[in-house]
């Protein structure tokens, strides 16, 4: 897929605001400071289109991103440990769980953990949330460039052996680094088919 255009369309805290165009959406959602933004102005070839900030929790609304007026890239508020207030945070969660449940154009989330990292009990919960409510998601590791190719490998085979504790199958996982574009075109190439796959059913 070519990113010709990317364009902000609106940011919200109600899901009944969102966009009422029936087209695909992809939600991307992880802990604070997880490389969020980073990596969603990487796969789409603009360098601020998602607001990249050293403060963990800068993203507190939906914001919805019009990508190749063909789908909507949808970018979420990080959970747990943003500095914010337990008020904030309690309206965050809910408003994201609304998006989650009500939201018919979603077709899928991209979970992202850094790759650096053992398991974080937050991640997995979510996950599970996503799992309980027959959620598509897929996981995309991030910071790719800040380990060896041997280490990633540990590290992401240790993820899946936690993760197939409780899920059946591992889920789909993309290994990404925003600062060097690694993983931009299978994500974009999955984004690509199952767009496809959607058209064909209709």
């Not at 899901?15 to 490389?35: H, M, T």
């Not at 995309?140 to 190719?149: E, G, N, Q, S, V």
């Not at 925003?178 to 496809?196: C, H, M, P, Y």
Request: positive net charge; charged residues 25%.
């Amino acid at each position: 897929m070519v990113i010709k255009t990317a364009e902000f369309v609106i940011s919200n805290s109600d899901v009944d605001k969102c966009p009422k165009d029936q087209l695909p959406e992809y939600a991307f959602i992880g802990r604070s400071n997880v490389g969020k933004s980073s990596l969603i102005n990487m796969l789409t070839n603009h360098k601020n289109l998602a607001k990249i900030s050293g403060k963990p929790g800068k993203t507190q609304l939906i914001n919805h991103f019009l990508i190749n007026k063909e789908w909507f890239l949808v970018d979420l508020p990080g959970y747990g440990y943003a500095r914010v207030s337990k008020t904030t945070k309690k309206k965050f969660q809910k408003f994201i769980t609304n998006y989650f449940e009500k939201r018919r154009q979603l077709v899928s989330a991209f979970v992202l953990v850094d790759v650096r990292h053992e398991p974080q009990k937050i991640d997995l919960e979510f996950m599970e949330y996503l799992g309980v409510n027959q959620i598509p998601f897929s996981i995309i590791f991030t910071k790719a460039d800040k380990l060896k190719p041997k280490a990633i490998e540990r590290n992401v085979d240790d993820y899946c052996k936690e993760l197939l504790k409780t899920w059946e199958e591992t889920p789909n996982y993309f290994i990404t680094s925003s600062s060097k574009a690694i993983g931009r075109d299978e994500v974009l190439q999955f984004i690509t088919a199952t767009n496809s796959e959607i058209e064909a059913m209709r």
